[in-house]
Nanobody, 117 residues
Framework: VQLVESGGGLVQPGGSLRLSCAASGFTFRTYLMRWYRQAPGKERELVASITEAGGRTFYTDSVKGRFTISRDNAKNTVYLQMNSLKPEDTAVYVC???????????WGKGALVTVSS
């Protein structure tokens, strides 16, 4: 099982980034997918989630209207489009897959997003 994040980097405030998380080794389309983030000195925070077929999404309040989570089950990939980035969005963003049927949880290693001028 692998979850591999990509697309992180350094961006100026107000800029955009798109994170991708490529999954392999499990039946992607049967898993709830979530993006978490952890900033230095802070606890891990759930940023966004998307249901198995992509019909429902959740966003934490601080990113509503700026971030969009999506998935492509044909490509076994989940995305996080991040717009209007703020310095407080700086964190390591980690992809999570969770089976609501079996309670199995898989985690990626994370991608660093730094928002700074």
């Amino acid at each position: 099982v692998q979850l591999v994040e990509s697309g992180g980097g350094l961006v100026q405030p107000g800029g955009s980034l798109r994170l991708s998380c490529a999954a392999s080794g499990f039946t992607f389309r049967t898993y709830l997918m979530r993006w978490y983030r952890q900033a230095p000195g802070k606890e891990r925070e759930l940023v966004a989630s998307i249901t198995e077929a992509g019909g429902r999404t959740f966003y934490t309040d601080s990113v509503k209207g700026r971030f969009t989570i999506s998935r492509d089950n044909a490509k076994n990939t989940v995305y996080l489009q991040m717009n209007s980035l703020k310095p407080e969005d700086t964190a390591v963003y980690v992809c999570n897959a969770r089976s609501r049927e079996s309670n199995m949880d898989y985690w990626g290693k994370g991608a660093l997003v730094t928002v700074s001028s």
